[in-house]
C-alpha cells in the first residue's frame, strides 16, 4: 500500500531551528513535495525534491533520501509565523499525490 | 492577479440536499482537483481532470460528481449519498501531468447539518 508518516505535532522555540521528518512508501516515486498550511488556509508551496540531497531556499530547506524513503524538512530562525501545519506529499507512478496528515508545528516565544 | 478562487468559503446545508462548491482557476492550468481535508487526515482526491471534457476519480470518489464543460471551472457536486460530506474541501490545479506543483483555492468549510 501507499503511505506518509510524518509526526503529528512539534513544538519549537521562536529563533530556533527545527526538522520535521517524512517516510513515504509509494508504488512509484517521481519526487517529494512539502506545502505550508495555516489553519483554515490553502495549502502552499514550500519545496520539491526529486533527486537526493539538499536544497536550500531562504530560511527553509528540505533534504531527500531515495534510498531510504525519507525526506525532512528544516527550518531556521523560525519565526511565530511559521506556526502552521507541514504537509509532505510524494509523486507517485500515476504522478498522483499522496499525502501525509501534517505535521501541526508550534511555535512558542 | 491570477489564482484559484472557491466560493463560498462557508456554506451550510441541510442533510438530503445536493451542493455545488464552484472552483475557477485563470492560470490556464490544464489540470485541476478536488480534495477532501478531515481533522487529523492527509488531503484525500476525489476527482480529477487533465483535459476539457475528461475527468477521473480519486480515492474517495463515491457521493460525489464533477464537469469539466470549461478549461477554466471545475464545480463539484456533494451529493445526497454521500454518507459524512461535512469537511474542508479545496481545489487545485497544475499545468500539466509530471512535475506538477498544485496551486490550490482558498478551500470551501461545507457543514451538513
Known amino acids: 500500500g501507499q503511505n506518509i508518516d510524518q509526526p503529528t505535532e512539534m513544538t519549537a522555540t521562536e529563533g530556533a531551528i527545527v526538522q520535521i521528518n517524512c517516510t513515504y512508501q509509494t508504488s512509484g516515486f517521481n519526487g517529494l513535495f512539502w506545502y505550508q498550511q495555516h489553519a483554515g488556509e490553502a495549502p502552499t508551496f514550500l519545496s520539491y525534491n526529486v533527486l537526493d540531497g539538499l536544497e536550500e531556499k531562504g530560511r527553509f530547506s528540505s533534504f531527500l533520501s531515495r534510498s531510504k524513503g525519507y525526506s525532512y524538512l528544516l527550518l531556521k530562525e523560525l519565526q511565530m509565523k511559521d506556526s502552521a501545519s507541514y504537509l509532505c506529499?510524494?509523486?507517485?507512478?500515476?504522478?498522483?499525490?499522496?499525502w501525509g496528515a501534517g505535521t501541526k508545528l508550534i511555535i512558542k516565544p | 492577479d491570477g489564482g484559484i478562487t472557491q466560493s463560498p468559503k462557508y456554506l451550510f446545508r441541510k442533510e438530503g440536499q445536493n451542493v455545488t462548491l464552484s472552483c475557477e482557476q485563470n492560470l490556464n492550468h490544464d489540470a485541476m482537483y478536488w480534495y477532501r481535508q478531515d481533522p487529523g487526515q492527509g488531503l484525500r482526491l476525489i476527482y480529477y481532470?487533465?483535459?476539457?471534457?475528461?475527468?477521473q476519480k480519486g480515492d474517495i470518489a463515491e457521493g460525489y460528481s464533477v464537469s469539466r464543460e470549461k478549461k477554466e471551472s471545475f464545480p463539484l457536486t456533494v451529493t445526497s449519498a454521500q454518507k459524512n460530506p461535512t469537511a474542508f474541501y479545496l481545489c487545485a490545479s497544475s499545468m500539466a501531468e509530471g512535475y506538477n506543483e498544485q496551486f490550490f483555492g482558498p478551500g470551501t468549510r461545507l457543514t451538513v447539518l
Open positions: 506529499a510524494s509523486l507517485d507512478s500515476n504522478y498522483q499525490l499522496i
Open positions: 481532470s487533465q483535459i476539457v471534457n475528461d475527468f
